[in-house]
Every structure is written in C-alpha cells, then in structure tokens.
C-alpha cells in the first residue's frame, strides 16, 4: 500500500463528512451525524485495511462489511464511491430518491459493495455473525495445506440501538462461545439515540457485557484518532482467538458547532447555515457541495489494489484445482448456488396431506417439512461473478 499524506487523510475524512451533510442537506431527510462522526472508520475500513475489490464486488473472497446501524448509509455510499465502486457522484446526488442506487438503508441487490439489507436495528450484528460462522465453516471444510483458498474478515458497525436489541446479544454471545477471530464489530457509542440521551434509557456498561460473551475488546474514550483506529483494527486482526469489539466514544455530527452531541443530528438534514460553519470549521469553502479535493480519490482508490487482490486469489484457486478437484468442484457448486433466492415456499410443491392438506387447501402456506431447498452456501452473496 502506498504511504497517503496526512494531509490528503483529512481532506479524505472531511470530504466524508461533507458528502454526508450535502446528501442529506440536498434529500431533506436522512442521517447526517453519525456517518460524519464515523468518517474516520470508514476511511481506516475502506481505504487501508479491508480486502476488497470495487471492480469485482462479488468476489467469494472478499472481506465482508455489514452496516449494522443502517440509517447511517450515506456513509456506507460516501466510502463507495471515493473507493472506486460503481456507484456515482451523481448516485450520491440522487440520495434518498425513488428508484435510486442510494436508498435510504443499503439494500442487498441493489448498490454494489452493499452486503446486506440493514435497518432494523440489531439484525445486521445477526448477519455479521451469520457471515463469520460461513467464513469459519466453508474454510474448514474446503481449506488444505498450503491451499488457503477461504480466509477472510467481516467487519461490522453498530450503533447504541443495535446494542439495545436482544438479537445482537444472542448472536454475539454465538460469536463468543464460536470464537470467530475474523469477526470485528465497531460500536459507535456516542451516547445519542433518536430520542436524545441514552442515559434516558441505556446506562449498562456494553464494553464489559462484550468481555463477558468471551469477545476481545478495546474501549477508547473521544481521543482517539485514525492512528488509535488502525492499531485497533491491527490489534482486532492479530486477535485470531476471539472475536473482536471495538468501543469508540464517538460524537454525533462531529464538528458541527451547534447539532454536534444532539439528538437532532441523528436523523435531520443539519440546514443550509449549520452546514456553511461546519465546514468552515473544518478549513473547507462553504459554498462548495458534493466536492472532492484533489488527491482524495487517487488516495482511496482500491481498484488497483483490489484487482490485484483477486487476481492473486485466483492465482489460488487455480493451484487448488490442480491439487484438490474434487474439493474444487464442490466448491464451485456451492458458490454457484450462492446467493440465489430461495424459491417462494408457496409454490413449492407439497407432500402432506390431513390436517397440512386441509389448511393448503383453504390458501394458507404449506408447512416447510418435505420442501425441497436448494442446498444453501452460507456467507452472504458468494457468487462468482
Ligand atoms: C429494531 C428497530 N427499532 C427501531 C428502529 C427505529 N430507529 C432508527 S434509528 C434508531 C435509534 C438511533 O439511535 P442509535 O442506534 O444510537 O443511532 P445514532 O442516533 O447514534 O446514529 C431507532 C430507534 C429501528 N431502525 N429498528
Ligand atoms: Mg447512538
């Protein structure tokens, strides 16, 4: 990788967080703050420590990203498009519109680079989760020595209302007792929810409540800067025992001087003047929108390095056929098979009659004993495209 100036690292940052206000500004609705206040996460993810390849967006291989938090999807878009995938300034314009690549959760199908449909808070921890137990177990059915041909890390950024939701707690307490060293979660604990406080509400200690499920956890209060960042997500991935859980204090609406730390920052476009002085205060001209400064793109741009990526992988593949073609085929099946829909149960052909047969007959879904699935390759969207 090569070195990027700490200087074009800010302008990076701050493009986006200045995509996010101008997105939201430009749709009247939407969520500015904690994409603004993630910024930082998002560039240590997307720009240095991810593998992944924006040309090839399906790769099996890639590292996977779950928004968890996915009223925070501007940010997810904003790290897209600077990154090379395909999804356009003018997508970014469209933010929040009907029939636009920028929906206002990320949505699975539907922009590339997205993994999953997030919104209702919690589940994407589930999918997160889901995806490392797939990665743990294709790896350990189809992995030889000196064959790696499945090793990758699932990313995962949740929010205080993630953390409130009982289904986090019970798939993370899964993550914990599986071990699952290549999952990493990032909890924005900034404190805010859409109500205001989370002292209204939230007071545990979710740091300690994550040590006890067994997970390998960092806290950092609101020092932290992209340095703390990229030794954490290092710290996370030499950590091959245990999953990791990354506790940012975090302030919502980060910089701008009057919504920053407030609840209306979660889910309001800042307003035309709060937006003029934010950007002031981050040394940027106010009367420019959906600007990227120079050298910000050359800087994140991960074609190059994600081509490569999946070449090499490849490269891999190719000497596992050679070595393994059974196990080759089989996994080629099973990729092949991946992320396909799975069919509508009701028109399933059924089995059952009496009592199964009655409530068919009367128009009600068939039970799903004697339904004949496609044999499922866990992991998110796996196909080889
Ligand atoms: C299961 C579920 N319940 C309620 C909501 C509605 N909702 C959207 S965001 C949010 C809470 C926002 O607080 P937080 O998760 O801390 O996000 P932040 O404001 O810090 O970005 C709620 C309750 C939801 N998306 N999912
Ligand atoms: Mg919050």
């Known amino acids: 990788m090569t070195a990027v100036d700490e200087r074009v690292e800010t302008l990076a940052i701050d493009t986006i967080r200045c995509l996010a206000m101008d997105a939201v500004q430009k749709a009247n609705s939407g969520h500015p703050g904690t994409a603004m206040a993630l910024a930082p996460v998002a560039y240590a993810l997307?720009?240095?420590?991810?593998?992944?390849?924006?040309?090839?967006?399906d790769w099996p291989d890639r590292d996977r990203f779950v928004l968890s938090a996915g009223h925070a999807c501007?940010?997810?878009?904003?790290?897209l498009h600077l990154t090379g995938?395909?999804?356009?300034?003018?997508?970014?314009?469209?933010?929040?519109?009907?029939?636009?690549?920028?929906?206002?959760?990320?949505?699975?199908?539907?922009?590339?680079?997205?993994e999953v449909t997030t919104g209702p808070l919690g589940q994407g921890v589930g999918n997160a989760?889901?995806?490392?137990?797939?990665?743990?177990?294709?790896?350990?059915?189809?992995n030889r020595p000196g064959h790696e041909v499945v090793n990758h890390r699932t990313f995962a950024i949740c929010s205080d209302g993630d953390m409130m939701e009982g289904v986090s707690g019970e798939a993370s307490s899964l993550a914990g007792f599986l071990g699952l060293g290549k999952l990493c979660l990032i909890y924005d604990d900034n404190h805010i929810t859409i109500e205001g406080s989370t002292d209204l509400t939230f007071a545990e200690d979710v740091a300690a409540r994550y040590e006890a499920y067994g997970w390998h956890v960092q806290r950092f209060d609101d020092s932290w800067t992209l340095d703390t960042i990229r030794d954490a997500l290092a710290a996370a991935d030499a950590e091959?025992?245990?999953?990791?859980f990354i506790c940012l204090r975090t302030h919502i609406a980060y910089g701008a001087p009057h919504a920053q730390d407030t609840a209306k920052a979660h889910g309001a476009p800042l307003g035309e003047e709060e937006i003029r002085l934010t950007k002031q205060g981050y040394g940027w001209d106010p009367d420019k929108t959906f600007y990227v400064p120079d050298g910000v793109y050359a800087a994140m741009d991960q074609r190059p390095r994600g081509d490569d990526l999946h070449r090499e992988w490849h490269e891999r593949v190719a000497a596992y056929r050679e070595a393994h073609p059974a196990l080759a085929a089989e996994l080629d099946r099973r990729?092949?098979?991946?992320?396909?829909?799975?069919p509508d149960l009701r028109r399933q052909p059924h089995h059952h009659r009496g009592l199964h047969g009655a409530r068919i007959r009367r128009g009600r879904r068939p039970p799903l004993r004697g339904l004949r699935l496609p044999r499922p390759a866990p992991g998110g969207r796996l196909d080889d495209r």
Request: proline content about 7%; overall charge positive.
């Open 240 to 244: 091959t025992d245990r999953p990791s």
């Open 46 to 57: 997307y720009a240095e420590t991810m593998r992944h390849a924006p040309q090839q967006p």
């Open 129 to 142: 989760v889901g995806m490392a137990i797939a990665e743990r177990m294709l790896a350990a059915r189809f």
């Open 74 to 79: 501007i940010l997810q878009y904003s790290a």
């Open 335 to 342: 990729l092949s098979r991946a992320g396909q829909a799975l």
């Open 85 to 114: 995938y395909d999804l356009t300034m003018d997508d970014l314009k469209a933010f929040r519109q009907w029939g636009s690549r920028t929906p206002g959760h990320p949505e699975l199908g539907h922009t590339a680079g997205v």
